[in-house]
């Protein structure tokens, strides 16, 4: 059998299956799609090596228009049976593809475990705050005051945060991308996928039916600068449309401010770096967004360190052999309990 291969350097299209695409008109998951072809052409991997397994939703079609293998399981569990597949087979490449009501409502034990475990899953969570599949209901992720079929006089539910509960979960690498913004998603996608161990991207997608807009407040060309904050490691956490203001440490409450950078401001040295290995800054940065601060995005969090030294797949448990008659006579054994 001859040995999967693929061209040095792929185009996007190389991972697009000759299914046609179908989302609703200005859905956010066609700039996602596209964006995960773009990295999955930059990494270059085999199609025959690569699996994407996805749960229930809009987001979970994803599989059928990737030419990839791919598996559309059950709701919330695609985490579950992603881990079945990579300790089957480690050498996949495994992607897992939920939305913020398949992962985080009915899949969110999945989720956790998958989590915890640190098994090398690439779990993207699209969210659009909404479930878009059955018509518009609440979902965990949905702010306060959200109307919809079951909320008509508005959510009194506090929102579920994708990026604290991977961080809450002992997630090694947490990120948070925006579906439009193309010149970023890849990178994101490809530092996620060579991350060993699980990471965990949310996905801020917009659902042009039941939620349209919902992030308008990051794609709007004058104000949008200034309720994004872009982290990279190493770099100052600024934003604005020059930069004019900027993320700085209040040590006394241990709280962050926002402020202004510059002449009658804060001066420069002030303005705390991104360190992406500090769980205690990632946790600062998981619990802001507007409107009195930005919203981080980009890598929020990456765990430097080797995951812990475990096998996997054949090697993680010893042989265990049975013979047909031991089978049997353990099958055919007359051990009850009696509750009384």
């Known amino acids: 059998m001859n040995a999967p291969t693929v061209p040095t350097k792929p185009d996007p299209s ?4 000759e299914q046609t695409v179908r989302w609703c008109p200005g859905c956010g998951d066609y ?3 596209k964006g995960i072809q773009r990295a999955l052409a930059e990494r270059a991997r085999p199609r025959e090596d690569t699996v994407f397994v996805s749960g229930i939703g809009c987001s979970s079609r994803l599989p059928y228009y990737l030419a990839t293998y791919g598996f559309h399981t059950i709701h919330g569990r695609a985490p579950a049976v992603a881990t079945g597949m990579k300790i089957a087979n480690p050498d996949l490449d495994i992607w897992v593809v939920t939305g913020d009501g398949d992962g985080l409502s009915i899949g969110g034990n999945h989720m956790l475990h998958a989590l915890r475990r640190d098994i090398d899953l690439n779990i993207l969570l699209f969210n ?75 996905l801020l997608q917009n659902c042009s039916v039941y939620n349209d807009g919902a992030f308008s407040f990051l794609t709007d060309r004058e104000a949008g600068p200034r309720q994004r904050l872009h982290v990279r490691h ?32 804060c001066s420069e040295e002030e303005i705390l770096v991104h360190d992406e290995h500090n769980p205690a800054l990632a946790g600062l ?38 013979t047909d008659e031991e ?4 099958l055919a054994s007359e051990g009850t309990y009696q509750l009384t």
């Open 14 to 17: 190389y991972f697009a299956s």
């Open 31 to 33: 700039a996602i799609l």
């Open 128 to 202: 659009n705050e909404i479930y878009g599949l059955t018509k518009g209901q609440l979902s965990p992720t949905s702010r306060l005051g959200t109307r919809s079929p079951t909320s008509p006089g508005g959510s009194s539910e506090r929102p579920v945060s994708a990026v604290r509960f991977a961080l809450g979960a002992g997630g090694r690498f947490v990120a948070r991308a925006l579906d439009v913004q193309q010149d970023r998603l890849p990178e994101i996608l490809v530092r996620a996928a060579n991350h060993p161990g699980a990471s965990f991207v949310e």
């Open 234 to 265: 190493g770099e100052p956490l600024r934003y604005g449309a020059d930069g004019e203001f900027g993320l700085r440490l209040d040590a006394r409450t241990m709280k962050l401010e926002a402020v202004e950078v510059g002449p009658g401001g």
């Open 285 to 322: 940065l998981a619990t802001i967004g507007p409107p009195d601060f930005p919203l981080p995005l980009g890598v929020i969090y990456c765990d430097p360190a080797a995951p812990a030294s475990r096998p996997v797949g054949k090697a993680a448990q010893p042989a265990i052999r049975t």
């Open 327 to 330: 089978l049997t006579a353990m």
